[in-house]
């Protein structure tokens, strides 16, 4: 790693040029894309998909001096700049910041729903900086399960149709699906609301199916984005304990929000601005607001934002 | 995967009811068309090989060319000749007479009806078999003696002495200029469908009747064409040909001289000219199948729009190009043969009931309905690779952002 390190950190003085070796750069012609073939090789299992690694490690994302630019023509504008940020499997990890401040930038690579211009984002061991639209589909669909502000579930389309979605991609069996599928709405608490349509849910109801859907192929990261921005505190509430409870299982779940109330739940917070982390810190539980929450028996009562048993980060 | 690619597409064109059917539309008439034109056709050329069957498909005249400018007493056919091309050629000949027609008004009391006389043979009833209902055919013995009994149908019969049981009635009429009386021997029922009675030209308030060839090629005994039936479809072809050859040899002629009609080869032209049609309008029916599968890409182009936040979703669990892709293609196709399906009911239907009002039965082949069926969702496919492409390769964070 260290020389891996050491390497990038020498490139990257050379300035921001497209085509630089070793950098990855959209349009950087010919030495970038070699360069991007081997690193997308390093740690992979010859002849087994690129999800599979056979390094896995403690990390569970580890960016490099990830870098994201925004080629508007006539300007270049920097999102990320030269991100390292390293998540460990089973953390709890809120990322926060304004609005403009990255966070959803790095939010859409972390998802691997885009791609750095610069620098390594190795997932699961894997880097995935310079996989192809259809490599990153295949990760998305192991990998990771998103949770987004607006659910997100296709209208038209049952609560069962739509958690077993992603096990459609992944290419399994109907009945597999269907069983699965129960399992988990069983487990997000709508068990009896399978074959209810998006629109005869609750939001919170909807959310919980989106969680559901998200777990669907035992994805290793759970990426939430504002997951409680459109519901309101109780459901909210509900939605952040159902993440405690899937961290408390094991789940390596990342919220990005903007309400300190909600990054309470978790146990680190990496804060954002202007592209850049401003403060990576271990999260000491506190209380949240009692009068947002608004009901007696919450969970954080007992002066923590996770349930009970859960281990304090520091 | 496919399975649940038709489910979804199927609920995409539900969600849609009003917009789907104005999309299938153009697919359905142009469909629609094809099938009503290739059935039509089809209809056609089994109601002409059935009337070419009814009238004797192995039925053959042979006679001088119009063409030939210098016709001679000898170009004409003599009974002589007719016998003697009998004993050549009687191992394939059916059946063979002279071909006499004549016309004239038949008189019984004070019903005067215009009648129709055909010169036939007494085996005539071997090779244009009808349905004696009264009395009997025509014998040998009619013919022989030239005896002038005639035979007619029921609605002649009907016409001429008011019933139909009209045997042993006699009538006067002239043919040749020679007033005689005739008597009715025999009376047959036609069975003929409307389409055979059109092309066949049955009067309904005239009469016709058999009368024996002998009295029609008397007193000259010269006649213009000689009609032959083959006695076997398979070879009567070279047989056809083989008497052309002796003819035109014993009238001291070029084979070309003479003109050979077939019943085989005026179904054949019938044939192609249905054949032509089916083409010509079946090209103004593709041309609507195009509009049709144009409307099909306008209509999947609104839906990629539409369904772009769809798109991101599907592409965020996991959905690669390809699966987005056929996705969309499988909902075209199944539009485009949904329409295909509603169109072979359209034109199917309207051939059926065309059919039932003209009172023939329709042809609607089913490997012309497997082919349209096959043929829409192609269209669909086809013109769904542009929008489904589109889809695909929507970038998914735009895609999520799209409100």
Redesign the interface.
Known sequence: MKLWNHRKTEDLGGGWLPGKPGRKFRAGGIIPKLTAAWADRRGKIPGLPGYITENISEELIRLEDLVKIYDTGALKVLGLKRINLTIHRGEFVAIMGQSGSGKSTLM?IL?C??RPSMGHYYLDGVDVAAMG??EL??I???KIG?V?QSF??????SALKNVE??M????KGKRFREQRARVLLERVGLGKRAEHMPNELSGGQRQRVAIA?ALA?EPPLLLADEPTGNLDTAASVEIMELFSQLHKEGTTVVVVTHEEEIAAFTERIIRFRDGMVVSDQPNMPRKPRQEKTGSAGMPGQGNTAVPEGEEEPC | ?LI?NML?AF??IR?NKMRSFLTMLGIIIGIGSVISIVSIGDTMRGLFEELYRKIGITQAYIAIGYWVDDWRQSDYFTLDEMERIKEIFGDEIAYIDSDAFTSGDAVCARTTVKFNYQGIDYNYQEVQPVNMVYGRYLNEGDILGRRKNVVMDTTSAINLFGVENAVGKTFRTTIYGTMDEYTVVGVYKKDLNPFQAMMLGSNTDGGEAFVPYTILTWPNDYFYDIRIFAKDEESMDMFFDNLKAYVAKSKDRNPEDFRMETAKAQMGQWDSMMGGLATAVGGIAAISLLVGGIGIMNIMLVSVTERT??I????????????IMVQFLTESAILSACGGILGILLGGGIVTLGGRLLGVQAIVKPGVVVLAVGFSAMVGIFFGIYPASKAAKKD??EA?RYE
């Open positions: 859409n998802g729903l885009d639209p259809d589909s295949l998305r669909n192991r998103f987004f997100n579930l296709i209208s038209r389309t979605l992603p459609t991609y992944a290419r859907r192929n | 995967m649940e979804m609920s995409a969600a936040r769809e991101g979703i599907r592409k965020s669990l996991g959905a690669r190009t390809k699966d998914p964070i999520l």
